[in-house]
């Protein structure tokens, strides 16, 4: 709905939220949005005096333990979280109206959104977004954070200055924290079941295994591949099962065969996508300086040049994972804290 949409306005104030001060504090204003868990809402802080969103867990979820503990640990994730990169939590707390996180107010619109409007992007521009996701990953992943969960919604873009892609990361609320080499808390998940989005899990994630900065690595390189070239690196498949069966059989093809990209970044990119954790890059700071030396590296004839005696190497599995069952699956939360674009992109 438009922003004067009267149809808009009317269904605001049938939301009996509108107008309530969640803590005696934050004034709820305007529904951003909503799912399965939860839903954001534009609140001004009254005692801050700033704008702010808020994320409310549904009431009816409020006596729901797994549910309390993954909406407890998202805000325990973004309260550890400083990096510029990521989406600020001011508070997490609970009153009688359910749990609740403030966050950052943003402006902008998310890396879903910029793709849907416009389609596939110039290999430049993804490779500068993906490098301020580094960043945002690599304080995370040195606190013990796992997203988990990186996809195009939960990245988003706003225009600071002349910078038009200026990145946020959102949504740990599926991050596992692991304190000294072991879980804060018992997992969420349990045997058979996973949380998130399979389109972009790594194998480890889809058959319940350990999943760790490498598994953040492998996603953001299906994002890499995805924002460049419009398609999925191992295609779209309509079940988990399908899902898992392509990333242990299909090999994807170079970017640069579906898109115009230095072969330097289709090594970046099929580095990222290594079936084996061992096979992607150690850490995301490793992937973070090889984006900045093909930023940094000139146009594509000198790319072309230094990496033609590169080993463009595709790994492999030795055999087929299999599953005894198929996986169940918990819905995987959406809810960017976003506030509607201020001008259209």
């Known amino acids: 709905m438009k922003p004067n949409d009267p149809d808009r306005t009317r269904v605001e104030r049938l939301d009996p939220m509108i107008g309530v001060a969640i803590a005696g504090r934050y004034r709820l204003e305007l529904k951003i949005a909503e799912g399965g ?11 801050g005096d700033r704008d702010v969103a808020l994320k409310l867990l549904h009431p009816r979820l409020a006596t729901d333990p797994a ?6 640990r998202e805000g325990a994730a973004m309260s550890k979280l400083r990096n510029p990169h990521t989406v600020t939590a001011y508070e997490v707390g609970e009153t009688r109206d359910g749990l609740f996180i403030a966050m950052e107010l ?24 993906a490098r301020q ?35 946020k990361v959102l949504d740990f609320g599926i991050a596992k924290i692991v304190q ?49 070239t419009g398609e999925l690196p191992f295609g779209a ?33 099929l580095r990222c996508l290594g079936r084996k954790p061992a096979e992607r890059y150690p850490d995301v700071r490793a992937l973070a300086r090889d984006l900045d030396q093909l930023l940094d590296g000139g146009d594509e004839r000198t790319l072309v040049k230094k990496i033609t005696t590169a080993r463009m190497d595709v790994p ?17 939360s959406t809810l960017p804290g976003v506030g509607p674009p201020k001008k259209k992109r």
């Open 180 to 228: 000294g080499g072991a879980l804060e808390n018992v997992d969420l998940t349990h045997a058979g079941q996973m949380i998130g989005t399979f389109d972009y899990m790594p194998p480890e994630q889809m058959v319940g295994g350990e999943c760790t900065g490498q598994s953040d690595i492998f996603t953001l390189g299906i994002v890499m591949y995805e924002m460049l």
């Open 133 to 167: 996701v580094c960043d945002s990953l690599a304080e995370a992943h040195a606190l013990g954070i796992v997203h988990r969960d990186l996809k195009p919604a939960n990245i988003h873009l706003e225009e600071r200055g002349h910078d038009r892609d200026y990145v």
């Open 67 to 72: 549910v309390i503990a993954r909406f407890r």
């Open 37 to 47: 868990f939860g839903a954001i809402y534009r609140a001004f802080d009254l005692r």
């Open 237 to 269: 498949a309509a079940t988990a099962g399908a899902q898992l069966a392509a990333l242990v059989t299909k090999t994807p093809r170079p970017p640069s065969t579906r898109a115009d990209c230095p072969p330097e970044l289709d090594r970046i990119i």
């Open 316 to 332: 492999t599995i030795d055999e087929p994972t299999q599953l005894n069952a198929s996986p169940k699956f918990l819905p995987s």
């Open 106 to 129: 943003l402006e902008g619109i998310s890396l879903y959104d910029n793709f849907r409007e416009t389609g596939p992007m110039e290999w430049r521009r993804i490779a500068r977004i």
